[in-house]
């Protein structure tokens, strides 16, 4: 009687029906007390399934083109968790590079992140960007799926195409070297949640699907 789909990419990858677009909404926590974000070393935070369609390789990669006070860490866990230990130990970055494996509350990571990539090669949409920017995070990513759709390059977010380590490390070189960038895409990630992504957002959006069934 209806379909949703999580974002108008995939919408548009539905044959046979119109599907009503519902984005995921997150809850936005207060927000971050100022300071509270160490600024060295950086640390680059990434978060998901270890897969390869998500890009954790390239992020890894870039990584090794960044200064070498820059570090990462990326919680989740899956099936390319050896990989990717292999490929910071081959590119000499293992020192800096950290898997935190599953982690229940992502809060404590969020307040301490400098910056949040998301270097995906597909995607249906992204409710760890989300969570990101709902935490005031600027966040790198790639703009697979509907991933664009959350993200406005340049103003709550930078994107960069995927697959490109040299691409993606630029991107965040450049936000990590301007703290006045890193807060400005930061705050503006966190308003576009606001307006656009909350959990009252999605929960009306839901509700006016089951209106209209329940109208016809």
Do not use: C
């Not at 990419?9 to 995921?24: H, L, Q």
């Not at 935190?100 to 509350?105: E, R, S, T």
């Not at 993606?168 to 807060?183: H, K, M």
């Amino acid at each position: 009687d209806a379909v949703v789909a999580v974002s108008r990419s995939v919408a548009e990858a539905v044959s046979g029906s119109r599907p009503t677009v519902v984005y995921a909404g997150v809850t936005v926590p207060p927000p971050a007390a100022p300071g509270t974000r160490a600024d060295s070393p950086p640390v680059i935070g990434a978060a998901g399934r270890l897969t390869e369609g998500k890009g954790y390789a390239d992020l890894i990669r870039a990584l090794a083109l960044l200064p070498a006070r820059v570090r990462l860490e990326i919680a989740g866990d899956g099936p390319a968790r050896d990989s990717l230990a292999r490929i910071a130990s081959d590119l000499g970055v293992a020192d800096r590079v950290t898997l935190l494996g599953w982690v229940p509350d992502m809060s404590p990571l969020f307040a301490r992140w400098t910056l949040f990539a998301h270097p995906s090669r597909e995607e249906g949409f992204s409710t760890a960007i989300l969570e990101a920017m709902a935490a005031g995070l600027a966040v790198v990513a790639t703009p697979v799926g509907g991933v664009a759709e959350a993200i406005v390059d340049g103003e709550s977010g930078l994107l960069v195409p995927h697959g490109q380590p040299a691409e993606l490390a630029s991107a965040i070189g450049r936000a990590l070297a301007a703290p006045a960038l890193l807060a400005s895409l930061g705050g503006n990630a966190r308003e576009r949640v606001t307006r656009h992504f909350s959990v009252q957002h999605q929960v009306d959006a839901m509700g006016q699907v089951y209106q209209s069934l329940l109208r016809a």
